[in-house]
Nanobody
Framework: QVQLVESGGGLVQPGGSLRLSCKMS????????LAWFRQAPGKEREGVSC????????YYADSVKGRFTISRDIAKNTAYLQMHSLKPEDTAVYYC????????????WGQGKQVTVSS
């Protein structure tokens, strides 16, 4: 059974840090493109960061560049999103996604984890 279970969210003060984890089971993440999305109240879901399956290319939204880092641990079958210098506008539900390229592509989503940045 495929599962993506996120953890590590919560409440943090502005300027603080959090690390989100996305533990995957039922498949091996090594050949998947990993991504993190977020959705704030009243807004559309937006892409935050992406890591290709060979770990040679990353993408970051302009709003998080220099503050967020995406990574993975193949042995733990887990993806991470390290977040520093958090701002109130980073408040959202964060989702991890794993996509295996193909025709059609195979995509799995996590259930989402709330991150709230507030003093």
């Amino acid at each position: 059974q495929v599962q993506l279970v996120e953890s590590g969210g919560g409440l943090v003060q502005p300027g603080g840090s959090l690390r989100l984890s996305c533990k995957m089971s039922g498949f091996t993440l090594e050949h998947y493109v990993l991504a993190w999305f977020r959705q704030a109240p009243g807004k559309e879901r937006e892409g935050v960061s992406c890591l290709d399956s060979s770990e040679t290319a990353t993408y970051y939204a302009d709003s998080v560049k220099g503050r967020f880092t995406i990574s993975r641990d193949i042995a733990k079958n887990t993806a991470y999103l390290q977040m520093h210098s958090l701002k109130p506008e980073d408040t959202a539900v964060y989702y991890c996604r794993a996509t295996r390229p193909g025709n059609p592509p195979l995509t799995y989503w996590g259930q989402g984890k709330q991150v709230t940045v507030s003093s």
